[in-house]
């Protein structure tokens, strides 16, 4: 909105850089400026402010399908005041020379205009596709008939009016139609997503099974080692029995040709040494048939006396010492004699 400043008679316009004003003096058009300052006599000077800057209009949209189906439409249309001059001659912008406030509403007047316009349009295409031909290519064929069919529209140009661009936001149906028209999809993904969960459940199932079966083959395969541990055991075992068999026999045979060894060796020193022994008993034996029987008396009584240990009484009648020293001088006389004789 421009500054307009009082100083006596005379008024001071500034207006912004994004307006474009328009100074009339009667029917002359003195000044026609963006963002212009000057000094103006408000008697016979008449002023118009209009916007240079992009203008945004939200789109609402309603119509029925071939299919006689309700459809909104909702979007955006961006527009420019192209040509000031022709647009103030089609609207009215002028504004108050003591305030500079619009003396009408002339952008509420070019949004019903271009409203109206876009919905001309968008009820043409609406009308004359089905509503699954018009959700089909969806916002983009919209937005491009709407925004081709304005530019095109030389009544635009005749007011001064450029369109920047169209955006359309959404396509739809009523809410009861839109449920229904999503139910199949909604069916579909529902499905889809069983299925999936199907496969992730199958393929647990498949998982575990071979889980179960890996540690199947392992008892298996447990059980059979353990039987070829314990045959091994039970050969080592009777190898273990073998072998302390074997060396007992060994030992058994050792012990017994040792014995027969020994025996042999006891048999043959015994026999030796009985032997020898036979020997001087025999040489014992026949020196005493040789004997006077005085001196083996004697010699018994020698015999004797070496394995007493104690003699207690000891009789000796004269008869015995008699007969013991005659056999004593007997055998006395009769050595000598032999030692003469020989």
Known sequence: MAEITRIGPFRHLRADATSHVLHYQGEKLRRSARGAAFWFTPWDASLA????????LSLLLRGRSADFQ??????????????????????????????GKWLRQPLEKIALFLTQL????????????????ILGPGLEAVRRLVEQQLASAGLLEEMGLTIVSVRITSVKPSTDLERALEAPTRERIQEEADQAAF?????AVDKE??????????QIELARREEQLIEQRGQNARREATEKGEAAR?????????????AAASAEKIQAVDGVRLDLDRARLEAYRTMPPAVLAALALQE???????????NLTPDMLGSLLNGLVEAGTRKLGGGEAA
Request: aromatic share 4%; glycine share 2%; no cysteine.
């Open 49 to 56: 402010e209009l916007p240079a800057d992009d203008r945004e």
């Open 70 to 99: 309700d459809v909104v439409i909702q979007g955006v249309l961006t527009y420019r005041i192209s040509n000031p001059e022709r647009t103030a001659q089609r609207v009215d912008f002028s504004i108050d020379p003591a305030s």
């Open 118 to 133: 876009a919905h001309q349009h968008a009820l043409v295409y609406v009308q004359a596709n089905a509503l699954r031909e």
């Open 199 to 203: 496969r992730r459940r199958a393929q």
């Open 209 to 218: 099974r071979a889980i179960q079966e890996n540690e199947l083959q392992n």
């Open 250 to 262: 060994i030992d058994a045979e050792a012990l017994a040709l040792t014995t027969r060894l020994d």
């Open 304 to 314: 004797v006396a070496g394995k007493l240990t104690t003699i207690q009484h000891l």
